[in-house]
T-cell receptor, first 115, second 114 residues
Framework: KAGVTQTPRYLIKTRGQQVTLSCSPI?????VSWYQQTPGQGLQFLFE???????NKGNFPGRFSGRQFSNSRSEMNVSTLELGDSALYLC??????????????FGPGTRLLVL | AQSVTQPDIHITVSEGASLELRCNYS??????LFWYVQSPGQGLQLLLK??????LVQGIKGFEAEFKRSQSSFNLRKPSVHWSDAAEYFC????????????FGAGTRLAVHP
């Protein structure tokens, strides 16, 4: 079974631009969560989607948004990019919407560099 | 609010030596507890998890962890470290009402000397 895939793997943008990252969960998984990983703040939860509905949201500004499609694929969008948005963005998928007894599987991440 | 503390930012051990990575959590009830490993340029891989029952949990790659409620700890151990264990290790906590949201510790970077 294929793992979680994230595209693109690397991305360079400039301040003020917007970016869209994509995550394809493991087949049959309906929950997708997003995390931001930076050296200063570590791993921080962005949001979680289950069956196209946002179930949970972290403490990030409204510039960060996401959505989930009927095939469970998810996208996250960051508008008006700032230098501090440079990070590794990880997505994780699981079969259920929690509690997290089911194992969550993480993708390799998308590394975003904002210049 | 939930929080996770990993007191050790960096740890260096010799190959074949034993390892213990510390994790303390803050949560009112028994949380869901996890250890993940991240190799350079990779995503996170689950080593083990604890929800209830036996407080000594066995995971993959020869790792185990022990849940101690009285100390709010969930330390990761391995009796004999291999060079391939060099990576960053993250302890995480989830809440029963928090869907799949995980709160991660800052991580411990493990270096292994030959």
């Amino acid at each position: 079974k294929a793992g979680v895939t994230q595209t693109p793997r690397y991305l360079i943008k400039t301040r003020g631009q917007q970016v869209t990252l994509s995550c394809s969960p493991i087949s049959g998984h309906r929950s997708v969560s997003w995390y931001q990983q930076t050296p200063g703040q570590g791993l921080q939860f962005l949001f979680e989607y289950f069956s196209e509905t946002q179930r949970n949201k972290g403490n990030f500004p409204g510039r960060f948004s996401g959505r989930q499609f009927s095939n469970s694929r998810s996208e996250m969008n960051v508008s008006t990019l700032e230098l501090g948005d440079s990070a590794l963005y990880l997505c994780a998928s699981s079969q259920t919407q929690g509690p997290p007894e089911e194992t969550q599987y993480f993708g390799p991440g998308t590394r975003l560099l904002v210049l | 609010a939930q929080s996770v503390t990993q007191p050790d930012i960096h740890i260096t051990v010799s190959e074949g030596a034993s390892l213990e990575l510390r994790c303390n959590y803050s949560y009112g009830a028994t949380p869901y507890l996890f250890w993940y490993v991240q190799s350079p340029g990779q995503g996170l891989q689950l080593l083990l998890k604890y929800f209830s029952g036996d407080t000594l949990v066995q995971g993959i790659k020869g790792f185990e962890a022990e849940f101690k409620r009285s100390q709010s700890s969930f330390n990761l151990r391995k009796p004999s470290v291999h060079w391939s264990d060099a990576a960053e290790y993250f302890c995480a906590v989830g809440a029963p009402g928090g869907y799949n949201k995980l709160i991660f510790g800052a991580g411990t970077r493990l270096a292994v000397h030959p």
